[in-house]
C-alpha cells in the first residue's frame, strides 16, 4: 500500500468518526458499552482529535503531492 494511499483512508476514517462525535453531541445519541454509559464529554474532546488527524492527514497528501 503507497503512503498517500493510506493518508487518505486514514483520514476518512478519521473523518468519520469526528462527524459521529459532532452527530453525537448535536443529536443527544447515548453511547453504552456493557453497563458503562460513556458521557458526552468524550464527544467534546474526541470530535476536535479526530477532526484534527483529518486535517493533518489531509496536509500530508497535499504536501507529498507538491514535493515529489
Do not use: D, N, Q
Request: hydrophobic share 55%; aromatic share 18%.
Amino acid at each position: 500500500m503507497s503512503t498517500k494511499l493510506y493518508l487518505i483512508i486514514s483520514g476518512a476514517i478519521f473523518f468519520l468518526v469526528g462527524m459521529l462525535h459532532l452527530f453525537r453531541l448535536i443529536y443527544h445519541w447515548p453511547v453504552i458499552v456493557g453497563t458503562t454509559v460513556i458521557p458526552h464529554s468524550l464527544s467534546y474532546v474526541g470530535f476536535p482529535v479526530a477532526i484534527g488527524f483529518f486535517v493533518w492527514a489531509c496536509w500530508l497528501v497535499a504536501r507529498r503531492g507538491r514535493v515529489r
